[in-house]
C-alpha cells in the first residue's frame, strides 16, 4: 500500500535529521506513520526504553494512514529526489517495538524549562558517564561497568525524565534551541518530554513486559 505525502522544506530537513539519527542508533530502525487530515506523526524506537516522536505538517490528505516503513528506505528516497511529495510504501512487515504507542491522554503537566538549561545536565552527566567507565575498561568482568552504565542512563535527570531519554532528545536536536521551552508530562506510566522539535517517550515497566510478550 503506497500513500504519497507533500511536505514543506522546513517539514522535509526535520524529517530527514530525525531519520539520520534513528539510522544511526539502528540501520534497522523502522517508523510507524500515523496521519490524517493535514498532519502526519512519526514513531521511532530509541535506545534507553524510549520512542521518538516527530509531528509534521503537510497538505492535506484524502485518507487516515496507519503503516510502517523501514527508516533507511525513507532516509534515501529524500536524498534521491529534490521534490517535497514523498512516497510512503507500507513494508506490511511487523514492528514489535512500535507496537504499542503511548496514550493519547489525560497527560499531567510536569516540571517546565528552556532547553538551554537542560542540555548542560545531559553534558555533564555524560562526562561524568565516561569518567566513571574509564576505569573500569581494562577489567575482565564487564558487568561492572555495564551496572555503572544502566544505573546512569535510568537516572532521573530533570522532571522525572531518566538521563537516557535526555540524551535520546539531544541527540535528535530537541534541545539545540536554548531558549526552547520543554516540559514533562505523565499518563498512565509513561513519561513524555515535550519540546517544539518534538517529542520522547518513556515506556513504563509495564508496557516493556507486554512488549517483550508481543515479540515472543
Known amino acids: 500500500m503506497n500513500f504519497n505525502v507533500v511536505l514543506a522544506s522546513d517539514e522535509k530537513k526535520s524529517l530527514n535529521i530525525f531519520l539520520e539519527k534513528l539510522t544511526f542508533w539502528d540501520y534497522r530502525a523502522t517508523l510507524r506513520i500515523k496521519a490524517k487530515e493535514n498532519h502526519i506523526g512519526l514513531y521511532g524506537s530509541t535506545p534507553f526504553n524510549c520512542l521518538a516522536f516527530l509531528a509534521l505538517p503537510c497538505e492535506k490528505l484524502s485518507t487516515e494512514i496507519d503503516l ?24 506490511e512487515k511487523p514492528a514489535p517495538a512500535l507496537a504499542l504507542l503511548p496514550p493519547n491522554g489525560p497527560w499531567m503537566p510536569g516540571e517546565k524549562g ?19 567507565i574509564e576505569p573500569l575498561q581494562m577489567l575482565a568482568n564487564t558487568n561492572t561497568k555495564e551496572s555503572v552504565t544502566e544505573t546512569a542512563w535510568n ?31 505523565t499518563c498512565q506510566g509513561w513519561k513524555r518530554l515535550i519540546t517544539p522539535s518534538g517529542q520522547v517517550f518513556i515506556r513504563p515497566q509495564k508496557a516493556v513486559r507486554t512488549l517483550l510478550s508481543v515479540v515472543k
Open 68 to 91: 510502517v516503513i523501514n527508516a533507511a528506505d525513507l532516509l534515501k528516497e529524500l536524498k534521491n529526489f529534490e521534490k517535497n511529495e514523498i512516497e510512503l510504501t507500507d513494508s
Open 114 to 132: 528552556i532547553a538551554g538549561d537542560i542540555l548542560p545536565l545531559v553534558k555533564n552527566r555524560l562526562d561524568k558517564l565516561k569518567a566513571q
Open 155 to 185: 537516572e532521573n535527570l530533570w522532571g522525572g525524565i531518566t538521563f537516557g531519554a535526555l540524551n535520546v532528545a539531544a541527540g535528535l536536536g530537541m534541545l539545540a534551541f536554548p531558549n526552547a521551552r520543554v516540559n514533562a508530562a
